[in-house]
């Protein structure tokens, strides 16, 4: 049976109809059509699923959506201001922060949280705290000099 759950979806109220066994990362991608947000593995291991819930980061593969009533959701899609990509975005793209792509999203995610969250003091800082967000093309040097350069 589902469930009537509000949330709040990168600025935007949404009223829906979940059933209580969907990923919160499932909702976004199938229900919502927000696809930027990836699945890697499903069980918590990757990153590449990463969203801000109240601005904190969490993997949306672990997260019931019906658990998230009244809550804020930030996506990747909901991170540019119109044209103005954020920048954190913008580091990525300078520092060549990708290979292939598929865990940006969630590097991205998990990068704005990194500072947000105050543990980018250092580069061996941001490399712990972002060791959960893997890179199958070991892109990690260039996601690192991009958020120290956000950073500063
Ligand atoms: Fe959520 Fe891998 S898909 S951590």
């Known amino acids: 049976e589902k469930v009537r759950v ?9 009223k829906l109809y979940i059933e209580p066994r969907v990923t919160l990362l499932d909702l976004l991608r199938e229900q919502l059509q927000l696809s930027g947000t990836k699945k890697g593995c499903d069980y918590g291991q990757c990153g590449a699923c990463t969203v801000h819930v109240d601005g904190e980061r969490v993997n949306s593969c672990l997260t019931f ?4 009533e009244g809550k804020e959701i930030t996506t990747i899609e909901g991170l540019a201001k119109g044209d103005a990509l954020h920048p954190m975005q913008e580091a990525f793209i300078k520092h060549d922060g990708f290979q292939c792509g598929y865990c940006t999203p969630g590097q991205i995610m998990s990068g704005v949280a990194c500072i947000r969250e105050g543990h980018a003091n250092s580069e061996a800082e ?3 705290y972002m060791s959960g967000n893997i890179c199958r093309c070991g892109a990690y040097p260039n996601i690192v000099n991009a958020i120290m350069e956000v950073k500063n």
């Open 65 to 68: 959506a019906v658990m998230l």
């Open 126 to 128: 941001v490399r712990e």
């Open 6 to 14: 509000t949330l709040n979806i990168n600025g935007e109220k949404q």
